[in-house]
């Protein structure tokens, strides 16, 4: 495209942050502004061109590779800057100061500032200076990936710390690579919050049939080793011996910048249903927000975010809200199928719950239904209806009136139409429809080869997929049955 | 098919074993001659004296007078384009042709369009985009045969085509067939794989195929940088698409995703893969840009221009191929050239003896010409051949509103069908097995129809119909009746064109050995005959001789584009034009069924078809119905924004739980069409048919639910 988006009457949007919001903000919005009347700038603090942070896991399992997961930017509609971190907000003069000395102006900025891991205060995590000791990672950024996948070539063991999606997918893509995985999860069971005690207790059997050691009900108290990590140290004294340690406790929104310049922050940035700071200039979006809609870290909430607010600053009279997102967890590791969505333990007697266990088969369906809707559920061990349930509780749909149909594909009350106890209304030639029961008439009038029964009722005679049936239904038939 | 006299007089059909169909015809074909001896069956002209006065017979000479009285004097009073003219995708080459040229020479209208808008103009479009040049199947149907996966998109061949099904995969056999369908259709039953999709979201899931073949190593990056340009874009946009994203709105499993892209690169390894659309997949707002995400996909595993591979789109009409090459469209002229481009109206201006200056520009598509009409500013009269409007159009309440709206309708039909009985004045016209002419099929393979009975005496051929009104409009001369004149015509006017007939001879279509477009003349030959008439025009349009027999496989070496590169395209996922809702909450997808065929005009005049499907009726999950309070054979009202059409409940667990579907072919309150989107596609301008939102209701029985109305 070519429209001049340097035009001095252009509305100038500041993007801070060129991860999976701000670059998805950035497209959303140059779509909907053909004629250039937004003027948009992303700055990235990353060096790298934006890419697609959900798919790390995969890279870092080796089946993906860094080239398969970049982002869409808008080089041509926009300007993006990577490697320039933002320093401070001028909210007085509409600036922001980047970290090399530059001001930027703005019309409206968009704070897409993300999350950073959070580490726990574990003894033996940190060296001196503050930095992780050598053998410590921790899983968000793509240098983040590298170190450890580089760390892992000459690995035998890894400790991961911390039980939820992201190290459950860490210690999965490690495991696939070949190393000795443990991990260790400080709650009863794993994933805590998105799945219940019965499911969570499969979810580990299935990791343990990958090879992977799970221990719950354990928290890190150190990490051991000299100058490099060796260890973990649980409470109950044992140490679990590793040449890589990988945190994976959860993220805390990055908010900074945001409190810095005196934006209302609790949690995360504080933002209405227009993804408003306090700073009516002021957006913010993302892993960075906090909206009473959504609990953050998931991609859709920021995707969803995304759409709303280009609608917003490409068209001010919109009336377009971000009201919040259907929470929805799909694991990605190999040969464990998980999706978990909603409230799947509730507590109060209008909820009902659907639950088929197997444990045997690491198979664990649990759908949680009130008022007839579906407002949580589990399915784990295979994902035959994952996308069905999926939409259903998107929607907030009315269910099904018997939820097996939820829980199995392809079961089917209607009789099996293909076998030898046919009724003889039950078509056989679809294409001409012609009945059994015509075909023993014909048959017995005397047509007695697939050739004599198509000159007089043609079947066979369109697909030709019956024939095989019609030859074996007249096999069954008395072939001495004399003629009618 | 052949037909053969019976001693009673009446007709037998024969099948008759030609490559597409293997010999197969199903109950319509068997039944179709029917049709020639029904007693529906129009013989004399009508004419209604006033809108208000009743049809009444009337004499050829006084029905056409009074044509090309009206049309003179709306022309006189409005201009040109006050006339409009629409077609179908059932006409023969030479009657296509000669619509498209009697709309631009003895009308001068630039309205002109026909219902193969609402078939195959997003897969033309797309593939003209992406491939250079829109033949529905690149390759003889009979490679199908050689592909060890065939993936088959929103088509159910089972139903809609069966003897189609002879070249898939079957049941049993080494080769896979992989379905996409939000029904487990006929087709889908017997597939290897069924990836039952939702509504609406083809598009987001070809991208994500394409992801995982990028994520599992299975493209052809050697092809990829040989033969295409535009991949590197596509690769960061499917980037988005991850499985488990898609899984989120198509529905379709991670594990099914993988497993479709699994077999279509084994099948590729295995004889060939193929990719083919139908109007599942196209007839949507978004239409076009869904058939380039498969295009794309085809594409990046290497598949088009490889022996027993390739991407394909299954035409749904008896001409859908010819139909849309000859002008009938309108930015349009024949040979499949569009009609702003300056030399194709100086070579085809040339072969009508015009000035190119007088051809009109592009008109109004299908859909927006629909619903111009009687407005102002739009046309006051209109000529429709072919085609079954006040049924087949979207939101057919609001057409059959525009269509009485207009000062005068002409309609020319073999029955008086439901847009006939609106018309002021009908002519009979003759039917396929009453005249010659030629038709291409899907394989863009030219065939030759012959004649086998004469028509019933009052009825003339639609070629004969334009030539007395040209005559009557002051054009005595171009409008040949003869078919083997127009076809011959046809021929000159396509040299040069992306649908080149010019080698196409009546030897050789008499020999029955397979003709394919492009069929370009030798060089010389075509320079001798037409240097005077043309000047200098074509010099650089011909190209080498070719063969006899034409291209039966195209893109082997290069594609049909300026540089000869196939192109792929950036597209992304957007909902439907109407998403569910809470008073709207099912999705609503439409379709046919196999005893039927588009608006019913011809099949529900059979009896053995009108006895196998005799109504309409709308397709729901026993889980839904049962939710609803509904029961099998009960009749509903299917309610959608713009109106709302009666059925029988049918129950099936073959469809999602979320989604209904209703066939299309029955007139009136019945009409599927009363209720879908006419939602355009920016590109093709293809309405939204199958996709909106709709609630059903209980039918009271009350006189005013059976007639249609409108919300």
Same mark, same amino acid.
Request: neutral net charge; charged residues 30%; glycine residues 6%.
């Given at each position: 495209m070519s429209a001049p988006r340097t035009a001095r009457a252009a509305h100038r949007v500041v993007i801070v942050g060129a991860g999976m919001a701000g670059a998805r903000l950035a497209e959303e919005i140059v779509q909907r502004d053909p004629d250039g009347r937004v003027h948009v700038t992303m700055l990235g603090a990353e060096p790298h061109r934006p890419y697609n942070r959900v798919q790390l896991t995969n890279v870092l399992a080796g089946s993906m590779a860094e080239d398969d997961i970049p982002l869409p930017v808008p080089d041509e509609d926009a300007v993006v800057r990577l490697g320039v971190a933002v320093r401070a907000i001028d909210r007085d003069r509409r600036q922001v100061i980047t970290d090399d000395g530059d001001a930027v102006g703005y019309d409206t900025l968009v704070l897409a500032t993300g999350a950073d891991p959070l580490i726990p205060p574990v003894r033996g995590v940190r060296t001196a200076d503050g930095g992780l000791r050598p053998g410590v990672f921790v899983f968000r950024t793509l240098d983040d990936c590298r170190a450890l996948a580089a760390a892992a070539e000459a690995a035998r063991r890894v400790v991961v710390v911390g039980g939820g999606v992201l190290g459950l997918e860490a210690a999965r893509g490690l495991a696939g690579r070949g190393l000795d995985v443990c991990v260790l999860h400080m709650a009863p069971w794993l994933m805590e919050t998105r799945l219940d005690a019965e499911g969570g207790k499969i979810l580990r059997a299935a990791y343990r049939d990958v090879g992977i050691d799970v221990r719950v009900d354990a928290t890190a108290t150190e990490v051991s080793g000299v100058d490099r990590a060796d260890g973990v140290v649980l409470d109950s004294g044992e140490r679990i011996p590793a040449d890589l340690v990988v945190f994976s406790c959860g993220m805390r929104p990055s908010t900074r910048l945001a409190a810095d310049s005196g934006l209302r922050v609790e949690r995360g940035i504080v933002v209405d249903d227009e993804l408003r700071t306090s700073d009516p200039r002021i957006f913010a979006l993302g892993d960075c927000a906090q909206h009473p809609g959504v609990a953050g870290g998931l991609l859709d909430s920021a995707w969803e975010q995304a759409t709303v607010l280009a609608e917003l600053i490409t068209d001010p009279g919109s009336t377009t809200r971000y009201t919040g997102s259907a929470e929805v967890t799909r694991l990605k590791a190999a040969d464990v199928d998980l999706v978990a969505m909603g409230e799947v333990n509730p507590d109060d007697e209008q909820a009902a719950s659907v639950v088929f266990s197997d444990a045997r088969r690491r198979t664990y369906k649990k759908l949680v239904l009130r008022d007839e809707r579906l407002v949580g559920a589990v399915l784990l061990g295979d994902d035959e209806t994952s996308g069905l349930v999926t939409q259903l509780f998107d929607r907030g749909a009315v269910a099904p009136p018997d939820p097996k149909v939820l829980l199995f594909r392809g079961l089917r009350q209607g009789a099996d139409d293909s076998g030898p106890d046919l009724p003889d209304e039950a078509t056989v030639c679809r294409c001409n429809g012609v009945t059994r029961g015509e075909i023993v008439r014909e048959y017995t009038a005397g047509a007695r080869t697939l050739d004599a029964l198509a000159d007089r009722l043609r079947s066979g005679t369109g697909c030709g997929s019956c024939r095989g049936q019609v030859a074996a239904l007249i096999a069954d038939l008395p072939a001495d049955m004399p003629a009618a | 098919m052949t037909l053969r006299p019976r001693r009673d007089g009446g007709l037998d059909v024969e099948p008759r074993d030609f490559p597409v169909n293997g010999g197969g015809l199903c109950r319509k074909g068997w039944t179709a001659a029917e049709l020639l001896s029904s007693p529906d069956r129009l013989t004399t002209p009508l004419m209604r004296a006033s809108r208000t006065a009743p049809l009444e017979p009337v004499s050829w000479d006084a029905a056409l007078d009074r044509v090309a009285a009206e049309l003179r004097r709306i022309q006189d009073a409005h201009g040109p384009d006050a006339v409009a003219v629409f077609g179908g995708g059932g006409l023969t080459n030479e009657k296509a042709y000669q619509l498209g040229k009697f709309a631009r020479v003895a009308l001068r209208t630039a309205n002109i369009d026909y219902n193969g808008r609402f078939c195959m103009s997003s897969a033309a479009a797309a593939v003209s985009g992406a491939l250079g040049v829109d033949r529905g199947l690149p390759f003889p149907v009979t490679d199908i045969a050689q592909a060890g996966t065939v993936l088959l998109v929103g088509a159910?061949?089972? #139903?809609?085509?069966?003897?189609?099904? /002879?070249? =898939?995969?079957?049941?049993?056999? !080494?080769? #896979?067939?992989?379905?996409?369908?939000?029904?487990?259709?006929?087709?889908?039953?017997?597939? !290897? =794989?069924?990836?039952q999709v939702t509504p609406g979201t083809d598009l987001a899931l070809a991208n994500g195929l394409l992801?995982?073949?990028?994520?599992?190593?299975?493209?052809?990056?050697?092809y990829i940088a040989a033969r295409t340009t535009g991949f590197a874009e596509v690769r960061r946009n499917v980037a988005a698409y991850w499985p488990e994203r898609v899984e989120r709105i198509t529905g379709v499993p991670v594990s099914e995703q993988r497993a479709a892209v699994r077999r279509l690169a084994a099948g590729r390894a295995r004889g060939g893969a193929m990719v083919l659309t139908a109007r599942g997949a196209e007839q949507h707002s978004k239409g076009v840009d869904t058939v380039r995400a498969f295009v794309n996909l085809a594409l990046a595993l290497g598949l088009p221009g490889r022996p027993g591979s390739g991407f394909g789109s299954i035409t749904g009409q008896g001409n859908g191929q010819g139909g849309r090459e000859h002008g009938q469209k309108a930015d349009q002229l024949p040979g499949y050239r569009r009609i702003d481009d300056p030399r194709a109206r100086a070579h085809v201006a040339g072969v009508w003896g015009v000035d190119p200056a007088d051809l009109p520009g592009p008109g109004r598509s299908a859909y927006e010409l629909l619903e111009s009409l009687g407005t102002p500013g739009g046309p006051k009269a209109m000529f429709v051949a072919g085609s079954n409007i006040a049924v087949s159009a979207p939101r057919a309440e609001l057409a059959e509103r525009r269509l009485a709206a207009l000062d005068f309708l002409v309609v020319s039909d073999l029955v008086l069908?439901?847009?006939?009985?609106?018309a002021d004045v009908v002519l009979p016209a003759a039917q396929w097995a009453e005249e010659e002419g030629t038709m291409t099929n899907l394989e863009g393979r030219v065939l030759r129809r012959r004649r086998a009975v004469a028509p019933p005496p009052g009825v003339r051929t639609d070629l004969e119909i334009l030539a007395d009104l040209a005559r009557r409009l002051g054009r005595p001369d171009g409008f040949d009746a003869d078919p083997a004149a127009v076809f011959a015509e046809l021929r000159r006017a396509s040299a040069g064109g992306p649908a080149d007939y010019s080698g196409i001879t009546d030897e050789m279509l008499d020999s029955g050995a397979p003709v394919y477009w492009p069929n370009p003349r030798g060089r010389d030959d075509l320079r001798d005959d037409l240097r005077d008439e043309l000047g200098d025009v074509l010099r650089d349009e011909l190209r080498e001789d070719e063969p006899a027999g034409?291209?039966? /496989?195209?893109?082997? !070496?290069?594609?049909?584009?300026?540089?000869?590169?196939?192109?792929?395209?950036?597209? @992304?996922?957007?909902?439907?034009?109407?998403?569910?809702?809470?008073?709207?909450?099912?999705?609503?997808?439409?379709?046919?069924?196999?005893?039927?065929?588009?608006?019913?005009?011809?099949?529900?005049?059979?009896?053995? =078809?009108?006895?196998?499907?005799?109504?309409?009726?709308? #397709?729901?999950?026993?889980?839904?119905?049962? @939710?609803?309070?509904?029961?099998?054979?009960?009749?509903? /009202?299917?309610?959608?924004?713009?109106?709302?059409?009666?059925?029988?409940?049918? =129950?099936?667990?073959?469809?999602?739980? !979320?989604t209904v579907f209703m066939p299309f072919h029955w007139p009136g309150a019945q009409r599927a069409n009363l209720v879908t989107n006419p939602a355009l596609d920016p590109v093709s301008r293809m309405p939204e048919f199958k996709i909106c939102a709709v609630r059903l209701e209980p039918l009271l029985g009350t006189a005013d639910e059976l007639r249609p109305v409108a919300a």
């Open positions: - | 159910n061949v089972a #139903e809609t085509m069966p003897p189609f099904v /002879r070249h =898939l995969p079957r049941p049993g056999d !080494d080769r #896979e067939l992989i379905v996409i369908d939000p029904r487990r259709s006929q087709t889908a039953r017997d597939a !290897d =794989l069924h990836l992801h995982i073949a990028i994520a599992e190593g299975l493209i052809d990056s050697e069908s439901e847009t006939a009985k609106l034409g291209t039966p /496989r195209l893109f082997a !070496d290069r594609f049909a584009t300026s540089d000869g590169r196939a192109r792929f395209a950036v597209v @992304r996922h957007r909902p439907a034009a109407e998403s569910v809702d809470e008073e709207f909450p099912l999705q609503l997808i439409t379709g046919r069924v196999l005893a039927q065929y588009q608006s019913g005009s011809q099949t529900r005049r059979i009896r053995e =078809l009108r006895e196998a499907e005799p109504g309409a009726f709308v #397709e729901l999950h026993p889980q839904l119905a049962e @939710r609803l309070g509904f029961a099998a054979g009960q009749r509903v /009202r299917v309610v959608s924004r713009r109106g709302a059409a009666w059925a029988e409940v049918r =129950l099936s667990e073959e469809i999602r739980l !979320d």
